[in-house]
Each structure stands twice: as C-alpha cells, then as structure tokens.
C-alpha cells in the first residue's frame, strides 16, 4: 500500500492503516527521538516519547492534508523531533533549581566551595533584581526560554527583554567582580 493511501485510512480513522505506520516508522521515530534526547533521556523516556509521536497522528489524522504530504515518513519525523523538544523543555524545567549544582564543572572539594559561593551571590544578586527583571532573567538563563517567547508571555517588546537581560548580566557582573570573580576587563 502507497503512503498516500495509507495517510487517506489514517485519515478516516482506519487502525490497520495506524498499525502499518508504526509497524513501518516506529524503528525510524525511535531514532530520531533516541539522538534528540541522547544521554538526557532514559530508554523508558524514549520510548514514552515515540508513543507520544504515535498518539500525537492519531489525533491529528483527521486533520492531515494528504494532498500536501507526499511521504508521512517526513510527517511523523517533524512530530517526533516537536515531542523530543517538548520533553527536553520540560525536563529541563523540573530539574532545575536555582542553587542545585548549576555551576559545578568540577569536582575537586575548593572548586565545589567556590562554586556554591558563587551560586550564593549570584542567587542574592538575582532576588535584588526588580520583579519582572528576575523573571526575564531566570526564564532566558535557566528555563531556555527565546526573547520572543518571554515577550509574548510578559507581554513586552522584544527589544525591552533584550535590554533587560544585559541590564542584568551587568549587575550580574559588578557583583561578581566587587566579590572578587571576575575582573574588569572583557
């Protein structure tokens, strides 16, 4: 059976047609799902996310536009790579915690010292920043987030995220430097 056949009973709700794309796809959106999530996932996570890939067509196959795709091999990848992005975005979320090890490269007892003091200042540095300055900050530096998404949620102008964050890392930076990190010169 040809592809576009396959996305037409998909269409339709057919679950032989669903069966035969993951019996066909399911080793290739493994792949994909396996290199994105790379050593941040476990098997169970990877797993987790094909089927999230799988379950996602499912619920969309009414709305598939079977003219336009000519390979739903291409289709599933660009739900797999979406859902991959999704998990990394939200494991990054629930592991981070502003003073849990972000900062830690090395191991030696005086590095991990220096490290936390850092992480102190720097967590002392962050909370005298006004309300909405922290929020941009911590969403950009520690959540990942783009200046435009932080835009739109904050409902700001993009260029005003932008200036708010280097008004930050000069704060960020005068701090560290009076502390004794850092130097004047870069």
């Known amino acids: 059976m040809d592809e576009k056949s396959i996305l037409r009973k998909l269409r339709n709700r057919d679950e032989k047609a669903f069966e035969e794309i993951i019996d066909l796809y399911s ?3 493994t792949a994909i799902v396996r290199n994105l999530l790379s050593s941040k996932g476990t098997k169970e996570d990877v797993e987790e996310v094909v089927a999230d890939t799988f379950i996602a067509l499912w619920n969309t196959a009414e709305r598939i536009n079977y003219e336009a795709y000519s390979s739903i091999k ?14 990394l975005r939200a494991a990054k979320v629930q592991n981070l915690q502003l003073m849990d090890d972000i900062l830690i490269i090395d191991n030696s007892i005086e590095q991990l010292i220096v490290q936390r003091e850092q992480q102190r200042i720097i967590a002392k540095i962050l909370k005298q920043l006004k309300p909405s300055d922290w929020k ?3 969403a950009y530096y520690y959540q990942y987030k783009k200046v ?3 835009a739109q949620e904050l409902q700001m102008n993009p260029q005003t995220v932008k200036t708010r964050l280097r008004r930050g890392r000069e704060v960020l930076k005068k701090f560290l430097i009076k502390e004794g990190y850092g130097s004047n010169e870069d």
Do not use: L
Request: no cysteine; glycine share 0%; proline share 0%.
């Open 148 to 150: 435009d998404e932080i």
């Open 27 to 29: 080793a290739y959106i």
């Open 74 to 87: 291409a289709y599933i990848a660009v739900i797999a790579r979406n859902k991959a992005k999704d998990w």
């Open 136 to 138: 941009i900050f911590v």
